[in-house]
């Protein structure tokens, strides 16, 4: 089946620092990509899609300035969570679709803690 | 706004029972409904259901779709410890603007 791999799997950083997120499709080309984020034995929260090419589409809530989605290549798609706070804590995972297929692969996610 | 309700939020069976996980959904432009299970990272795809009435199974798992009462369900016979996890239901809709909804999902425990 298609891969999609992400890194770091997991990041401690320091309260006002920005971190940056990666996610690739490894054989396949990801028209499109998801960015979720979750809480412990919650679901997943879609945060944002973004298409090869444009901007990324938030979800209600979301702050773009904040978490920023960059989609440049078919392969790759970045998260860089910006002036980390506390609250900001928690596992984003990436997903990657390809043209006309539904089904999505997921990325292994990430498990951000801001101190 | 999509829709997608799972329940029960949680079940704790015994090894061997029979488990029947529900998923209803309102969505606009409906696409797909998918089943995932997740048990520390990355969800593992189960099920993609398209057409009503269709069963789709893989050994102990089965699923199928009712799309004129849009909901879902998900059996898992004979159940051993190692199906505990949490079992996440997903809508894709829309045209261009493809997405996929997810329930808050089931969290499942086995028990010996």
């Known amino acids: 089946g298609a891969v999609v791999s992400q890194h770091p799997s997991r990041v401690i950083c320091k309260s006002g620092t920005s971190v940056k997120i990666e996610c690739r499709s490894l054989?396949?080309?990801?028209?499109?990509m998801f960015w979720y984020r979750q809480f412990p034995k919650k679901s997943l929260m879609l945060m944002a899609t973004?298409?090869?090419?444009?901007?990324?589409?938030?979800e209600q809530g979301v702050e773009k300035d904040k978490f920023l989605i960059n989609h440049a290549s078919l392969t790759l798609s970045t998260l860089t969570v910006t002036s980390a706070h506390p609250e900001d804590s928690s596992f984003y995972i990436c997903?990657?679709?390809?043209?006309?297929?539904?089904?999505?692969?997921f990325g292994s996610g990430t498990q951000l803690s801001v101190l | 706004e999509d829709k997608v309700v799972q329940s029960p939020l949680s079940l704790v069976v015994h090894e061997g029972d029979t488990v029947t996980l529900n998923c209803s959904y309102e969505?606009?432009?409906?696409?797909?409904l998918l089943w995932y299970k997740q048990e520390k990272k990355a969800p593992t795809f189960l099920f993609m259901l398209?057409?009503?009435?269709i069963e789709k199974k893989s050994g102990r798992l089965s699923s199928i779709l009712d799309k004129k009462e849009l909901f879902s369900i998900l059996n898992i016979t004979a159940t051993q410890t190692g199906d505990s996890a949490i079992y996440l239901c997903?809508?894709?809709?829309?045209?261009?603007?493809?997405?996929?909804?997810f329930g808050k999902g089931t969290l499942l425990t086995v028990n010996p």
């Open positions: 054989d396949f080309q990801a028209t499109t």
């Open positions: 398209t057409s009503s009435g």
């Open positions: 969505v606009t432009n409906f696409r797909s």
């Open positions: 997903s990657a679709r390809s043209g006309g297929i539904e089904k999505l692969f």
């Open positions: 973004s298409n090869e090419g444009s901007k990324a589409t938030y």
């Open positions: 997903a809508v894709g809709s829309g045209g261009s603007n493809y997405k996929l909804t």
